[in-house]
């Protein structure tokens, strides 16, 4: 059948190269932008590393819809951190139609919401797939609040012409989220997964995650399977409304904890750009920290207390699969030395976390990442990174401490590692929700409360070739098949530290381990 070609004149885009093509539509689309920013963020087209998104675009926020404002109703909230946590917060929704005049509600108080800070709505379009799907039509919305207290609660509701939060028949909509500490704080819990898509375990997990009142959570991307396949190309399965039930799905956590999100390999959706990522940018409003959010919208850092974390976009380094290999030319390396050396040399940092999608370590279905390994290990280690969290494999793997490729210190269930002197410890957390993968014959399960010592597990690592070269892990500390997720505790002070456990879904503790600085 024949691919639509997103208003190029079929005539002329027969004629035209993919690469020709979204030069066409970057500069036909550039002419016509329109932006509107709440608060001080900086915006741009929806672009990819190569061009701009054709079927993405931001419209103004007096867009209007046929439909009466009083009858379409916000859902889908979540919250992401701006550069500060400490005085930025980005607040995103959906609606099922355009709306007039969008904006968010906020103040101390569910009775004092005398702030409004207006929004900006994000138009996303897929197009019709003959005898495959049909066009759809999604409606983003998205205001940064700046100039927040550190440390306060604000209530907040979203709202638009027709639709008042604050009026008594809406009041219910009305939730809270709470500004990061100006110090750090004695202790703090965040949380984190990968691979999570919709359903009954994936909702679970967001329930059992709410129970530990984590400040932030962080999500090692796979985020809702849109995209089933995950070759990041257009002939990709895709079905742009499962992200309607999975905004549903997230929303009763995501409203009040910040939803950190980084990109996988099916959260490259090629329909909306070059490189896939348009709709995570009509989606998603993640921090502006010195990488263009446009280029790669998953690569970003923040601080929050004595923890700097940093999200990546494997797909740009993955020997496995290569759709976006090289996409930002180096740029995402060479940011990550800068700032992780920005981080290490930070008086109020004490730990650095590092989060991505594709594993380093593990050997579930997909295995290692030689390009990760390549591109990205070095610097963890001249930087002294203290944990690593990815997702792409559906298990719970933990490695012991890894220094040059070796194990530099058994970590064992309940154990204690200093990466300046073991190494670091990888965490595959990629029991989100989605379906379970296992181990390779032979490998045991092996986690807290059934501990399985054995011979070191026989696996492989992804080549650059795509070729795939067995290798032995002795590294694999921790095999847990299950739904699951991570819980770490900061702790600040004289002696700080990051106890790290994971949980099941049914709240069983599968594994834990403290991580120190001068243990």
Request: glycine share 10%; charged share 25%.
């Amino acid at each position: 059948m024949e691919i639509p070609h997103f208003g190029i004149p079929p005539e002329l885009a027969r004629r035209m190269s993919m690469a020709e093509q979204h030069e066409y539509l970057r500069t036909r689309l550039s002419r016509r932008r329109a932006l509107v920013t709440a608060g001080a963020v900086a915006s741009g087209l929806l672009t990819g590393c190569s061009g701009s998104g054709p079927t993405a675009t931001r419209t103004p926020s007096s867009a209007t819809s046929q439909a009466p404002g009083s009858h379409i109703r916000p859902f889908g909230r979540h919250l992401a951190f701006g550069a500060d946590p400490r005085t930025q917060m980005r607040i995103s929704w959906q609606v099922p139609l355009a709306v007039r005049k969008p904006y968010v509600r906020v103040g101390p108080r569910p009775d004092d919401l005398g702030r409004k800070v207006e929004a900006e709505l994000r138009d996303l379009h897929t197009p019709e797939l003959k005898g495959v799907r049909a066009a759809v039509e999604q409606y983003y919305l998205h205001a940064a609040l700046d100039g927040l207290r550190p440390d306060t609660t604000y209530y907040y509701g979203v709202g638009h012409e027709g639709f008042d939060p604050a009026s008594p028949e809406h009041r219910s909509t009305l939730t809270s989220f709470r500004t990061a500490p100006a110090k750090p704080p004695e202790r703090f819990v965040f949380t984190a997964f990968g691979d999570q898509g919709v359903g009954d375990e994936a909702a679970l997990n967001d329930r059992m995650l709410l129970r530990r009142g984590p400040a932030f959570h962080l999500h090692a991307g796979d985020i809702c399977y849109a995209d089933p396949t995950g070759r990041g190309r257009e002939s990709d399965v895709f079905d742009a409304t499962q992200w309607d039930r999975f905004l549903k799905q997230t929303e009763p956590v995501a409203r009040s904890v910040p939803w950190m999100v980084t990109t996988g390999n099916h959260d490259m959706e090629a329909w909306y750009s070059p490189d896939g990522y348009g709709g995570q940018l009509a989606r998603f409003s993640l921090p502006d920290s010195g990488f263009d959010p446009h280029t790669a919208p998953g690569v970003y850092s923040f601080t929050y207390g004595n923890v700097g974390v940093v999200a990546l976009d494997t797909n740009d380094v993955s020997y496995e699969i290569p759709a976006n290999f090289g996409c930002t030319h180096g740029r995402q390396t060479r940011w990550l030395d800068r700032r992780l050396g920005e981080l290490r040399a930070s008086r109020d940092v004490d730990f650095i976390v590092v989060f991505f999608h594709h594993c380093a370590y593990s050997t579930s279905t997909h295995a290692s990442d030689g390009g990760v390994r390549a591109a990205w290990l070095p610097l963890f280690a001249r930087h002294e990174v203290d944990l690593v969290i990815n997702g792409h494999n559906h298990v719970y793997e933990r490695t012991d401490a890894v220094r040059d490729g070796e194990v530099g210190r058994p970590v064992r269930v309940g154990g204690t590692t200093d990466p300046r002197r073991d190494g670091i410890v990888y965490v595959t957390a990629g029991g989100g929700g989605k379906e379970l993968y296992g181990f390779p014959d032979g490998a045991k399960e092996s986690y807290e409360g059934h501990v399985t010592d054995g011979e070191p597990v026989e696996s492989f690592r992804w080549t650059k070739s795509r070729d795939t070269k067995a290798e032995s892990a002795p590294w694999s500390r921790v095999r847990y098949r299950g739904f699951s997720f991570l819980s770490v505790e900061a702790v600040s002070g004289a002696a700080p530290r990051l106890r790290v456990s994971a949980l099941a879904s049914s709240g069983e503790r599968i594994d834990h381990f403290e991580v120190r600085r001068g243990a």
